[in-house]
């Protein structure tokens, strides 16, 4: 597992928009519908590589498969920052909180960011602190709460609000 030793990496938690051809093919799949499980495979794996290309872009330092080959998702404590303030992160563990709102269309500012990730540091400490997003954006195939283009503007602000906090934690960052 990558830390954050220089400065905050950036990830997400949970499902990215799928590709309008994939969400047909899980549709069908869902629905008994019969579906090529050779060519719905295919379509997952180049779903992941092209989600992990646009993570990537977005300036995203951990990237995962998106969850291109789940239908659906489960839900998340959301409120892994409270608990912090008394309870010790166990040795060896990494938080990832959710330092993104992933069911409205609203950017979050960089700078909220760099607060949201600097919370989470003076409580657990910089080095076990990777920022990611509240959750997923794909939440259920085909219904995507947040439009797909605000989604990577999300993730880019995101990669700069690490940026941004990096610089106050590690005086040296980039």
């Not at 998340?76 to 303030?85: G, I, S, T």
């Not at 990832?96 to 989470?120: C, D, M, W």
Request: hydrophobic share 40%; glycine share 8%.
């Amino acid at each position: 597992m990558k830390r954050s030793t220089e400065r905050f990496l950036t990830t997400h938690t949970g499902s990215l928009p799928r590709p309008e051809d994939l969400v047909r093919m899980m549709y069908a799949k869902e629905e008994g519908v019969p579906v090529d499980r050779a060519a719905l495979g295919a379509r997952i794996r180049t779903a992941v590589e092209e989600a992990v290309g646009k993570q990537a872009a977005a300036g995203v330092d951990v990237v995962n498969d998106g969850e291109m080959s789940k239908p659906s998702y489960a839900t998340y404590v959301k409120d892994e920052w409270k608990l912090f303030e008394t309870v010790k992160l166990p040795e060896g563990k990494v938080l990832i909180p959710g330092v993104l709102e992933s069911k409205t269309n609203f950017i979050e500012h960089p700078e909220l960011v760099a607060q949201r990730i600097g919370r989470y540091a003076k409580l657990v400490g910089r080095e076990n602190v990777i920022a990611g997003s509240d959750c997923g954006y794909g939440t259920w195939v085909g219904q995507a709460a947040v439009d797909s283009d605000v989604v990577w503007a999300k993730m880019a602000a995101m990669a700069e609000g690490a940026r941004i906090a990096s610089r106050e934690h590690w005086p040296r960052a980039p």
